[in-house]
């Protein structure tokens, strides 16, 4: 089996490609050009360096949030493009699960998974490594980081986070909880991640067709909050 995952849902982007569980390549790509210029050449690339077609892709995975609204559509988009004419299955991953999904995890251990939401707010989810799944232990959430603090409570093993949110995470929960940041170098959202969250999802019998293709995450965005507060202060003036 052929799995295409494309990630352009944070800062970074990337395209990979697993022969069953086997990454057979990857690409991954932070140097500040916009997801529109680098996305589809990277994937190019990728299925050039192993020989393939899109029609030869059995399942396409994408970054599906929580991100960039801008980034997610530009994924969505291409994996739309090469999943339509063939009626290959997608996976909408979420993009927490693939930056989970994406580092080495001993057995037993925790992940907590962050991005920026900013103004002192992340998005996060928690997971935990049982043998070879990875376990969800919350739903993609927003809001400051004490937030998810409950889900590690008793937690006596280092508990790593990942994801551009991780500092902000780590500074605020350092004290109660024993976090373990990962090293910046392989803190980002990885393609290869994705590639393994959908073959999660095809497993579980949770593909859909190019056309049912979505983002997975429906957290607002910062200026739809931001309108939102503003809405809730004029409400009391």
């Not at 927490?96 to 707010?121: M, N, S, T």
């Not at 490594?129 to 959430?141: N, V, W």
């Not at 909880?177 to 990885?190: K, Q, T, Y």
Request: proline residues 6%.
């Amino acid at each position: 089996m052929i799995t295409l995952g494309i990630d352009s849902s944070g800062r970074a982007a990337g395209a990979a490609v697993l022969r069953d569980e086997q990454l057979i390549y990857e690409s991954y790509l932070d140097n500040g050009l916009t997801h529109s210029e680098t996305l589809l050449p990277m994937v190019e690339a990728a299925l050039a360096a192993c020989g393939l077609s899109a029609a030869q892709l059995d399942l396409i995975g994408v970054g599906a949030g929580p991100g960039s609204f801008t980034g997610l559509r530009i994924g969505m988009a291409l994996a739309k493009g090469l999943a339509l004419p063939g009626g290959l299955p997608c996976a909408a991953v979420s993009s927490l699960e693939g930056i989970a999904r994406g580092i080495f995890l001993p057995d037993g251990a925790a992940v907590l998974a962050a991005e920026d939401a900013r103004r002192g707010e992340v998005y996060y989810a928690a997971f935990r490594r049982q043998g070879d799944a990875l376990a969800r232990l919350c739903p993609d959430s927003v809001g400051r980081p004490a937030a998810a603090a409950p889900l590690f409570s008793g937690e006596e093993k280092n508990i790593f986070v990942v994801g551009d949110g991780a500092q902000v995470c780590y500074n605020e929960l350092k004290g109660p909880l024993p976090l373990e940041p990962v090293p910046a170098p392989w803190r980002l959202g990885r393609a290869a991640g994705i590639a393994l969250g959908a073959r999660a999802a095809f497993a579980q019998g949770n593909a859909v067709s190019a056309a049912q293709l979505r983002p997975a995450c429906h957290l607002l965005s910062q200026a739809q909050r931001e309108r939102q507060e503003k809405l809730k202060e004029a409400e009391h003036q």
